[in-house]
């Protein structure tokens, strides 16, 4: 059963930075692609980021290019989120997920990432 744990959430300011991760289990995780997805309140989910398998090609929604990073670590199963200059509308639950992450059960928990002075 593939399983997918989020951390690293939290309350973070304007301005601020966190780091997320998500260690994967049940399945073999150097061969899937991953993704970052969040969801605000009562808004549809948002793509954020993907990671190929080898972690050499990555992709950034428009809205995050340039503060957040995605990285992944295939020895230890973990996928990261790097965050910077967070600002108020990045606030929500962040999920990783592997392909497709539309489909529920490809997705972790979520951690919460609430960005507020």
């Known amino acids: 059963q593939v399983q997918l744990v989020e951390s690293g959430g939290g309350l973070v300011q304007p301005g601020g930075s966190l780091r997320l991760s998500c260690v994967a289990s049940g399945l073999t995780f150097s061969n899937h692609t991953m993704s970052w997805v969040r969801q605000a309140p009562g808004e549809q989910f948002e793509w954020v980021s993907t990671?190929?398998?080898?972690?050499?090609?990555?992709h950034y929604a428009d809205v995050v290019n340039g503060r957040f990073t995605v990285t992944r670590d295939n020895i230890k199963n973990t996928l990261y989120l790097e965050m910077s200059s967070l600002k108020p509308k990045d606030a929500a639950q962040y999920y990783c997920?592997?392909?497709?992450?539309?489909?529920?059960?490809?997705r972790g928990q979520g951690t919460q990432v609430t960005v507020s002075s």
């Open positions: 997920a592997s392909s497709p992450w539309i489909r529920r059960s490809n």
């Open positions: 990671i190929n398998s080898d972690g050499s090609m990555t």
